[in-house]
């Protein structure tokens, strides 16, 4: 890429009916694998470049677990 093209970044979104996206940031980062994430237009966005095929099932019981 150069200055006069944009840069794709694949991005994986997170919203909730139920949950802010600070309290799901918050919640994400205080789990026992903290996870780290940004807020973008009130979105929970996560970088693909940086998860691991072995860190996506640490993600989904994080959010898993936010339901109990």
Do not use: F, W
């Not at 794709?8 to 909730?16: A, G």
């Not at 940031?25 to 979105?43: A, D, K, S, V």
């Amino acid at each position: 890429y150069n200055d006069n093209q944009e840069r794709l970044i694949e991005v994986i979104k997170i919203t909730s009916s139920k949950y802010s996206a600070r309290s799901l940031e918050n919640n994400l980062r205080g789990n026992e694998i903290p996870i780290i994430t940004r807020i973008n237009n009130h979105e929970v966005c996560m970088d693909a470049r940086t998860i691991l095929d072995e860190d996506l099932e640490i993600i989904l019981e994080a959010i898993k677990g936010m339901g109990d």
